[in-house]
């Protein structure tokens, strides 16, 4: 994969070449390219080297004497070396970036004042990056986790930034217990155990000990945090902003994005595993896919609540622990955001990135969601230490408007600012303050009466009706998915009280998976449902609602196993219906050396050079598998331990599984369980998800792979 990601730096060339937003305009001032062939080496204050692999020494042909302090270029080398690090993030340290687009088709200008949600004739470039949240920069794409989902919207009137998340509620409801959720989930402070993983004693003692935390502990339990990739799950801003428009009216708003491939996972064992296989499995995938052209687009949506209804539900708007549920505020869809630029350096963008909840542009204000207040002292307070004071500078946190003020100075500051005067009010009176006609911010003149206590209203005391909300509203495999998902983290905890415990939090929710995670993980089996259930369920929590109007093979990597004496007419026929229909083929044969069809002389000018080799890969890396026939090529496909383990994992991970002619006995021998039915036609089984055929039929292949990835259990 990586050789094909480099392959494509040419088409990525191309990509970049037109229609450059204001934002990568900006940073092409800043930007050098190495593949320039005029570039030399030079020191970091331009003497061009000569040599950058010998350290000056005194020394003659039979002779090596000691190194010499005096070379500056060395000892610079290393110097630079030396500090290449800086902190990671405390939390969201994994990521991936991209820059984009963001545009209107339609106007929210009876709730905001906002241009960059009114002025439909906008594009406001964007950069956004996705990250999981207990793992260290190094740790696993695909661990169970909350995905960060972080756009900063460089608009006309300054930066905006949707610091979200891809589960639309959180484990706590006040900014000050975030240290206390996180060093939970984090590894445990003697052994610093486990890396990347909520399945231990400390995660799930402080979900007992907060019952605020049910609601989202479902949600990170279900296939919600393990998604199959970042261009595959929604995006969610969390907490409650307000919007003014120019009547100087305020509404509460939460900010939502829905991606229009879907909102697709991984069953379990898949993501455990690639999290081995292949840790950067979602990084590779975002890359690929704007480097191929197919771009992530994700519908942008606004749920919005009238100031004076702000009482008027039974849960506090306020509370992060809860959503918005659809029926009774419909999310009203007004944009699209599309990635379609890969960065150019990690570091410098990806890494350099900063986000802060309180950057918000004009017609966008905060609420009194007491997480949110807590989070806009936090996020500047982190860059501050992580990328130090003048971290807007850096080329990927400048807006594209102008900035001018009289902050100054700190360490490396970049920006020049001439002038006599750095103070307001000043004998020039240059620089003021911007009138509101001018475009100012002006903050809402919220009326606020009350006593400095350490309380929150009394609807942020229920915490468990979402939860069950939540719970009722999967299907069946979705719920299936979040027993075995409790299954696992509790037999995860060797401290009885952690999981006994929480198995009778449970049994508030819902009592029939309290009684089988507890006989799972070896607790009491609770007889009775210790909370009155409501029964309700509502829409837009289950993943199945989210499948694309038109269903898409798009990007969905499929592999098709082939050995000498394949069947080249069903080869060539699958891969040309793949390949049109936006899907990515990979041959795969036991060497990557040539293999040739059945009639092709071995060695000759014909046979196809395969992509990987069956040990290069694994079955969990696509989403689909295909086996052409040609007797002899399928006859060295099952004498292959692992070309049948490729076709036996595929189908135990619910995948679609193609194949034709003398393949198909081989699939059937393979996939051979017990009760499953085979149509004698070679027909379609719906029920399995097997496409069985004489002949190539890409059509039915090609839904039966919708079939299988849109069903999220079926064995
Ligand atoms: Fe964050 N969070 N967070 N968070 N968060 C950070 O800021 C914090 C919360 C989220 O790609 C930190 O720059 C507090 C909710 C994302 O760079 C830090 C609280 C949501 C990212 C911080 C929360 C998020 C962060 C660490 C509780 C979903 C990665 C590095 C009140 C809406 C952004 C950094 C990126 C990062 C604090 C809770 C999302 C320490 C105090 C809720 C996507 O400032």
Same mark, same amino acid.
């Given at each position: 994969?990586? %050789?094909?990601?480099?392959?494509?730096?040419?088409?990525?060339?191309?990509?970049?070449?037109?229609?450059?937003?204001?934002?990568?305009?900006?940073?092409?001032?800043?930007?050098?390219?190495?593949?320039?062939?005029?570039?030399?080496?030079?020191?970091?204050? $331009?003497?061009?080297?000569?040599?950058?692999?010998?350290?000056?020494?005194?020394?003659?042909?039979?002779?090596?004497?000691?190194?010499?302090?005096?070379?500056?270029?060395?000892?610079?080398?290393?110097?630079?070396?030396?500090?290449?690090?800086?902190?990671?993030?405390?939390?969201?340290?994994?990521?991936?970036?991209?820059?984009?687009? @963001?545009?209107?088709?339609?106007? *929210?200008?009876?709730?905001?004042?906002?241009?960059?949600?009114?002025?439909?004739?906008?594009?406001?470039?964007?950069?956004?990056?996705?990250?999981?949240?207990?793992?260290?920069?190094?740790?696993?794409?695909?661990?169970?986790?909350?995905?960060?989902?972080?756009?900063?919207?460089?608009?006309?009137? #300054?930066?905006?930034?949707?610091?979200?998340?891809?589960?639309?509620?959180?484990?706590?409801?006040?900014?000050?217990?975030?240290?206390?959720?996180?060093?939970?989930?984090?590894?445990?402070?003697?052994? =610093?155990?486990?890396?990347?993983?909520?399945?231990?004693?400390?995660?799930?003692?402080?979900?007992?000990?907060?019952?605020?935390?049910?609601?989202? @502990?479902?949600?990170?339990?279900?296939?919600?945090?393990?998604?199959?990739?970042?261009?595959?799950?929604?995006?969610?801003?969390?907490?409650?902003?307000?919007?003014?428009?120019?009547?100087? =009216?305020?509404?509460?708003?939460?900010?939502?994005?829905?991606?229009?491939?879907?909102?697709?996972? @991984?069953?379990?064992? =898949?993501?455990?595993?690639?999290?081995?296989?292949?840790?950067?499995?979602?990084?590779?995938?975002?890359?690929?896919?704007? !480097?191929?052209?197919?771009?992530?687009?994700?519908?942008?949506?606004?749920?919005?609540?009238?100031?004076?209804?702000?009482?008027? @539900?039974?849960?506090?708007?306020? !509370?992060?622990? /809860?959503?918005?549920?659809?029926?009774?505020?419909?999310?009203?869809?007004?944009?699209?955001?599309?990635?379609?630029?890969?960065?150019?350096?990690?570091?410098?963008?990806? =890494?350099?990135?900063?986000?802060?909840?309180?950057?918000?542009?004009?017609?966008?204000?905060?609420?009194?969601?007491?997480?949110?207040?807590?989070?806009?002292?936090?996020?500047?307070?982190?860059?501050?230490?992580?990328?130090?004071?003048?971290?807007?500078?850096?080329?990927?946190?400048?807006?594209?408007?102008?900035?001018?003020?009289?902050?100054?100075?700190?360490?490396?500051?970049?920006?020049?600012?001439?002038?006599?005067?750095?103070?307001?009010?000043?004998?020039?009176?240059?620089?003021?303050?911007?009138?509101?006609?001018?475009?100012?911010?002006?903050?809402?003149?919220?009326?606020?009466? #009350?006593?400095?206590?350490?309380?929150?209203?009394?609807?942020?005391?229920?915490?468990?009706?979402?939860?069950?909300?939540?719970?009722?509203?999967?299907?069946?495999?979705?719920?299936?998915?979040?027993?075995?998902?409790?299954?696992?983290?509790?037999?995860?905890?060797?401290?009885?009280?952690?999981? /006994?415990?929480?198995?009778?939090?449970?049994?508030?929710?819902?009592?029939?998976?309290?009684?089988?995670?507890?006989?799972?993980?070896?607790?009491?089996?609770?007889?009775?449902?210790?909370?009155?259930?409501?029964?309700?369920?509502?829409?837009?929590?289950?993943?199945?609602?989210?499948?694309?109007?038109?269903?898409?093979?798009?990007?969905?990597?499929?592999?098709?196993?082939?050995?000498?004496?394949?069947?080249?007419?069903?080869?060539?026929?699958?891969?040309?219906?793949?390949?049109?229909?936006?899907?990515?083929?990979?041959?795969?044969?036991?060497?990557?050396?040539?293999?040739?069809?059945?009639?092709?002389?071995?060695? #000759?000018?014909?046979?196809?050079?395969?992509?990987?080799?069956?040990?290069?890969?694994?079955?969990?890396?696509?989403?689909?598998?295909?086996?052409?026939? #040609?007797? /002899?090529?399928?006859?060295?496909?099952?004498?292959? $331990?692992? +070309?049948?383990?490729?076709?036996?994992?595929?189908?135990?991970?619910?995948?679609?599984?193609?194949?034709?002619?003398?393949?198909? +006995?081989?699939?059937?021998?393979?996939?051979?369980?017990?009760?499953?039915?085979?149509?004698?036609? $070679?027909?379609?089984?719906?029920?399995? $998800?097997?496409?069985?055929?004489?002949?190539?039929?890409?059509? %039915?292949?090609?839904?039966?792979?919708?079939?299988?990835?849109? *069903?999220?259990?079926?064995?």
């Amino acid at each position: 994969m990586a %050789s094909q990601i480099l392959g494509n730096m040419a088409e990525k060339a191309k990509t970049m070449a037109g229609g450059q937003s204001t934002k990568i305009a900006q940073l092409a001032a800043d930007t050098k390219d190495v593949h320039d062939k005029n570039w030399r080496i030079t020191s970091d204050f $331009g003497v061009k080297q000569t040599n950058t692999d010998d350290w000056l020494k005194v020394a003659s042909e039979d002779r090596t004497g000691p190194s010499l302090l005096e070379d500056h270029f060395a000892r610079e080398k290393i110097h630079r070396f030396d500090h290449e690090r800086i902190p990671e993030r405390v939390v969201h340290a994994r990521g991936s970036g991209a820059f984009g687009k @963001f545009t209107l088709f339609e106007s *929210a200008a009876d709730v905001t004042s906002a241009g960059v949600l009114t002025d439909t004739s906008r594009e406001t470039p964007v950069f956004l990056r996705f990250s999981t949240v207990l793992g260290s920069r190094g740790s696993a794409d695909t661990v169970r986790d909350v995905r960060g989902f972080a756009v900063k919207f460089y608009t006309e009137e #300054g930066n905006w930034d949707v610091v979200g998340n891809n589960i639309p509620v959180f484990f706590i409801q006040d900014a000050m217990k975030f240290p206390d959720v996180i060093h939970a989930g984090k590894p445990e402070p003697d052994c =610093e155990v486990p890396q990347a993983q909520s399945a231990h004693n400390n995660f799930w003692d402080f979900q007992y000990m907060h019952p605020e935390a049910t609601h989202m @502990f479902f949600w990170t339990m279900s296939d919600r945090s393990i998604p199959r990739s970042y261009r595959m799950m929604q995006g969610f801003g969390v907490n409650t902003f307000t919007l003014t428009n120019d009547k100087g =009216e305020r509404s509460f708003v939460k900010f939502i994005f829905t991606p229009e491939l879907g909102v697709h996972s @991984f069953v379990w064992d =898949e993501a455990l595993k690639i999290a081995g296989q292949d840790p950067d499995f979602h990084r590779k995938d975002l890359w690929m896919a704007i !480097d191929s052209g197919a771009y992530p687009k994700w519908k942008f949506g606004i749920q919005v609540i009238p100031e004076a209804k702000e009482h008027d @539900f039974d849960f506090d708007i306020l !509370d992060a622990t /809860k959503v918005w549920p659809e029926e009774l505020v419909p999310i009203r869809y007004i944009g699209q955001l599309e990635l379609n630029r890969n960065p150019d350096e990690f570091f410098t963008q990806t =890494e350099q990135v900063a986000f802060c909840t309180s950057h918000i542009v004009p017609g966008i204000g905060f609420s009194n969601d007491p997480l949110l207040q807590g989070r806009n002292f936090s996020y500047q307070d982190t860059q501050l230490s992580r990328l130090g004071v003048n971290w807007q500078e850096l080329p990927i946190n400048k807006p594209v408007c102008p900035v001018m003020n009289f902050n100054r100075d700190g360490a490396m500051r970049h920006s020049i600012t001439k002038g006599k005067v750095n103070y307001w009010p000043n004998r020039f009176e240059t620089v003021p303050p911007a009138t509101a006609q001018e475009g100012g911010f002006v903050e809402f003149p919220e009326k606020v009466v #009350g006593i400095k206590t350490r309380l929150q209203s009394k609807k942020f005391r229920e915490h468990k009706n979402q939860a069950e909300l939540f719970y009722n509203s999967m299907s069946e495999p979705e719920k299936r998915h979040i027993k075995d998902a409790l299954a696992f983290e509790l037999d995860h905890c060797d401290d009885e009280v952690v999981y /006994k415990r929480l198995c009778e939090r449970l049994c508030e929710i819902d009592l029939e998976l309290a009684q089988s995670v507890a006989e799972m993980v070896g607790a009491d089996i609770p007889q009775e449902q210790t909370r009155p259930k409501h029964n309700k369920k509502a829409k837009g929590l289950s993943q199945l609602e989210y499948m694309p109007a038109t269903p898409t093979i798009a990007t969905r990597m499929v592999a098709i196993l082939i050995a000498d004496g394949y069947d080249q007419v069903a080869y060539n026929g699958i891969k040309a219906a793949l390949t049109a229909a936006g899907a990515l083929p990979f041959t795969i044969s036991p060497r990557r050396n040539k293999i040739y069809a059945d009639g092709e002389e071995k060695g #000759g000018s014909g046979g196809v050079v395969a992509d990987h080799h069956l040990e290069g890969q694994r079955s969990t890396m696509y989403d689909s598998v295909f086996v052409p026939g #040609g007797a /002899k090529s399928v006859e060295t496909l099952r004498k292959n $331990g692992r +070309a049948v383990h490729w076709v036996r994992e595929a189908f135990g991970h619910l995948k679609a599984i193609g194949a034709t002619g003398e393949a198909v +006995a081989f699939i059937r021998q393979a996939v051979d369980l017990p009760g499953m039915q085979f149509s004698t036609a $070679g027909d379609v089984v719906d029920s399995y $998800g097997v496409v069985t055929a004489s002949q190539v039929q890409p059509e %039915s292949f090609k839904e039966t792979v919708q079939m299988a990835k849109g *069903a999220t259990d079926f064995v």
